[in-house]
C-alpha cells in the first residue's frame, strides 16, 4: 500500500458520484438483467464505511497526474463526454444514468440487506 491509497483510506469519497469505480462499472444480480444502482452495495451505500479496495485505489488514482499535467479524473471525465458525443451518433445510444445523475429517478434500485430465513440463519439476500 501506497500513501495515497492510506489517505484514500482515511477520507474515502463522500458519494456514489464521487467515487470513480461506482461511476465506471455497472452491476447485476445473478438474474443478469437488473442492475444494481448506484454501486456494488445498491441503495443508498455509506460511502464513509465503503472499505472497497478497488473503491479505495480508484479514488487515490483519480487524484494521480499523468505527465505531471493532468489527472487521471480529469482524462475520464473527458473520455466520457467524448464517448457522449460520439454515442450520440448511433441511433440506439442511451446516456448511462451513472454520468448524468439520473439513476435514483429512473431505475428500480436494488437495496442489499440482511435477512433472516425461516431456520433462524441470517443471510444476505438482495
Known amino acids: 500500500m501506497n500513501n495515497g491509497i492510506a489517505r484514500a483510506i482515511e477520507s474515502p469519497s463522500a458519494t456514489p458520484n464521487e467515487c470513480l469505480f461506482s461511476r465506471m462499472s455497472t ?8 442492475r444494481v444502482e ?21 479514488h487515490w488514482l483519480k487524484t ?42 429512473e431505475h428500480k434500485l436494488v437495496q442489499i440487506e440482511a435477512r433472516t430465513r425461516s431456520d433462524g440463519v441470517r443471510r444476505t439476500l438482495s
Open 27 to 34: 452491476n447485476y444480480v445473478a438474474d443478469l438483467q437488473t
Open 38 to 58: 448506484p454501486c456494488i452495495f445498491g441503495g443508498v451505500p455509506d460511502c464513509s464505511q465503503c472499505g472497497c479496495a478497488i473503491s479505495t485505489g480508484l
Open 64 to 105: 494521480v497526474r499523468v505527465a505531471q499535467r493532468v489527472k487521471i479524473e480529469t482524462l475520464v471525465n473527458r473520455s466520457v463526454e467524448l464517448g457522449s458525443v460520439l454515442g450520440k451518433l448511433r441511433s440506439e445510444y442511451r446516456t448511462h444514468p451513472r454520468w448524468t445523475g439520473a439513476h435514483t429517478s
